[in-house]
C-alpha cells in the first residue's frame, strides 16, 4: 500500500496506462484514488498517458498542479 508523504511519488508509467489519482485527500493508498471520495465532492483525477516516462505526482497533497507535484512539498515544515 503506497501512503502520502512529503514528497512526490516517482511512477514509471507505460503508454495506455490510465491511473486514477486522489483528488480529495482521504485515499489510503495516495497518490491512487481508493474510493473514499463518495463522501465528498470531489472526483479523481484521471489521466491516461500516451508515452512511456516517469512522472511525479504529489504526495503531499499541496501541489496547485495536481495530480502532478508542483513543487508545494519543498515550504512545508520538516518537522511535522
Ligand atoms: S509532493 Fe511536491 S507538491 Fe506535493
Known amino acids: 500500500m503506497t501512503r502520502w ?8 508509467v507505460k503508454i495506455g496506462d490510465t491511473k486514477a ?10 497518490p ?8 465528498t465532492d470531489k472526483t479523481p483525477y484521471v489521466v491516461k498517458f500516451e ?9 503531499c497533497q499541496e501541489s496547485a ?9 519543498t515550504k512545508l515544515a520538516t518537522n511535522s
Open 65 to 73: 498542479n495536481r495530480p502532478y507535484c508542483d513543487g508545494s512539498h
Open 5 to 12: 508523504q512529503k514528497e512526490p511519488f516517482a511512477i514509471n
Open 32 to 39: 491512487y484514488c481508493d474510493g473514499s471520495h463518495v463522501t
Open 21 to 30: 489519482f486522489c483528488a480529495c485527500g482521504l485515499s489510503k493508498n495516495g
Open 51 to 59: 508515452e512511456d516516462k516517469t512522472i511525479y505526482a504529489c504526495g
